[in-house]
């Protein structure tokens, strides 16, 4: 990211810091508990320490892997070789997002979850133990990543993970038609508006009333902004939230109003 760019996006988020709103501001039950139980919450749990754990140790690893990078581009230095601590330290998300993933998905107990971009499997692994009694499915460009990602889980002991290894374009519509009726997607990967669009159509034709999306870095560009507010217009979407570094997307038709909200996280 150039200089220009993390200035930008510093800007954006002083802005939104002090124009974000909480749980005085919304008059929405839903948001309203969504805030009390989740964002709000601070209790830890087991899950956090194993997790953060192998953290720790990916970032102090001198480990390097050959990666094929299918996205919009990385925030690494350019080249096919990089470090497993980079990977970890640049794209793996923070532990704050995590763990809200963690909390969100016990909040909500989806069955059938679905993560776009693997990366180390850090988030996958949060979502995993999270709810062990449903099926994460993660798909991941990179073999290489896709396998370092293996010995992650492994080490955590997750069973209830799925890895597919392709290219988005080519795989999702089969991870889709195998899931048929996901409740959550956590889109991850190519930051791009066109792509990012295009993973949100396919997945309106399989996601149903109380499904869940995730969009990633919404602010990261303008062009990702683009994304993000054409998805927040489309008809079948009934509620957004802005937590500045994810946006969530929510279909359920007991939201009377189309509502969106920007939260302070």
């Known amino acids: 990211m150039s200089l ?9 988020y002083i802005r939104y810091y002090f124009t974000a709103g909480n749980r005085h501001d919304v008059h929405s039950p839903f948001v309203f508990s969504l805030i009390e139980d989740v964002l709000l919450d601070k209790s830890r749990h087991d899950a956090f320490g194993e997790i953060e754990q192998l953290r720790k140790q990916l970032l102090a690893s001198t480990e390097t892997l050959q990666v094929t990078d299918l996205g919009a581009g990385s925030l690494i230095s350019s080249g096919n070789e990089r470090k497993v601590s980079d990977i970890t330290r640049y794209a793996a998300k923070q532990p704050k ?4 993933f963690y909390r969100l998905a016990q909040y909500l107990q989806p069955k059938q979850l679905l993560e776009l971009g693997t990366s180390m499997g850090l988030s996958t692994a949060y979502m995993a133990k999270a709810v062990p009694g449903a099926q994460v499915y993660t798909i991941e460009g ?40 996901p409740d959550w997607v956590y889109i991850d990967g190519n930051h791009r508006k066109d792509p990012t669009l295009a993973y949100f159509e396919q997945c309106l034709q ?3 009333e109380y499904s ?14 683009a994304a993000w507010h054409t998805i927040q217009e489309h008809p079948e979407v009934t509620m ?7 946006g969530l997307v929510f279909f359920r038709k007991d939201f009377k109003v189309k509502q969106h909200f920007t939260l302070k996280y």
Not at 97 to 100: A, D, I, M, P, T
Not at 154 to 160: C, E, G, I, S
Not at 212 to 225: R, V, Y
């Open 4 to 12: 220009a760019q993390q200035y930008r996006l510093a800007t954006k």
């Open 97 to 100: 997002f995590g763990q809200l």
């Open 142 to 181: 990179c073999p290489n990543i896709a396998a370092r990602a293996r010995k992650n889980f492994d080490a955590l002991q997750l069973h209830n993970i799925t890895q597919v290894t392709g290219n988005f374009d080519t795989v999702l519509p089969d991870v889709l038609r195998q899931i048929q009726r």
């Open 206 to 208: 399989h996601v149903h």
């Open 212 to 225: 869940l999306l995730i969009f990633d870095d919404i602010h990261w560009t303008p062009d990702m902004e």
């Open 240 to 246: 957004t939230i802005d937590l500045f570094f994810i």
